[in-house]
């Protein structure tokens, strides 16, 4: 390894820590492996007949009414703070009734609905969700979402009919065409063109 002979002699210190470090590392017993990285995902939650709820880390959303919820997990990372939060919900069929705040705009046609507000990011963490009533529709349901004004994710969930309302159903045997169709968009970095 060549070093140049005009480094400052901070930086020739700094350079040979960092060989002394390179090399005990080398001798070093293994280290334990890392933790499992936190990442976006869609999920579905289910109350069973015994009162449990029961959780899966899927797209497939049974509609039982009144019992099955579903929503997005985005990791963002940094500390806990306020964001600004546009999340665009497009069905493929309108939903018979529509619950919204004032935060949310709703289509004429009930097929969009676009909300804006702010929330909190908890350990790194961002993550809405909502239960299925009487009247949600099957078919695809999309979410884009914007944090502080920059696209940051789509998740695509499949609404599937559940004739018989079977709080046993696992949702992971449900056929979704799109299953575990989640985008998560690169954040831009300053001074990077786009």
Same mark, same amino acid.
């Given at each position: ?14 350079? *040979? ?10 001798? *070093? ?7 499992? !990285? ?9 109350? @069973?007949?015994? @009162?449990?709820?029961?959780? #899966? ?17 985005? #990791? ?58 009487? @009247? ?6 999309? #979410? ?32 979704? !065409?799109?299953?575990?169709? *989640? ?12």
């Amino acid at each position: 390894m060549r070093i140049p002979s005009r480094w400052p002699a901070a930086a020739l210190a700094t350079f *040979a820590l960092a060989v002394a470090s390179a090399a005990m590392a080398q001798t *070093a017993p293994p280290a334990k492996p890392a933790a499992k !990285p936190l990442r976006s995902i869609p999920y579905v939650s289910i109350a @069973g007949d015994d @009162g449990k709820q029961r959780h #899966y880390e899927t797209n497939a959303i049974p509609l039982l009414f009144n019992r099955a919820c579903f929503g997005w997990r985005m #990791y963002l990372g940094g500390p806990n703070r306020v964001v600004s939060l546009t999340e665009v919900l497009t069905t493929s069929k309108p939903a018979e009734q529509v619950i919204a705040g004032p935060e949310t705009e709703v289509s004429a046609d009930k097929t969009r609905a676009t909300t804006r507000m702010l929330e909190t990011v908890h350990d790194g963490v961002l993550q809405r969700s909502w239960c299925i009533i009487p @009247g949600d529709p099957p078919g695809t349901y999309t #979410y884009d979402i914007s944090i502080d004004g920059e696209p940051r994710g789509e998740f695509v969930f499949c609404a599937i009919e559940v004739p018989d309302q079977n709080p046993n159903t696992d949702p992971r045997d449900l056929n979704c !065409p799109n299953k575990f169709n *989640a985008v998560e968009y690169e954040r831009p970095r300053p001074g990077k063109a786009t």
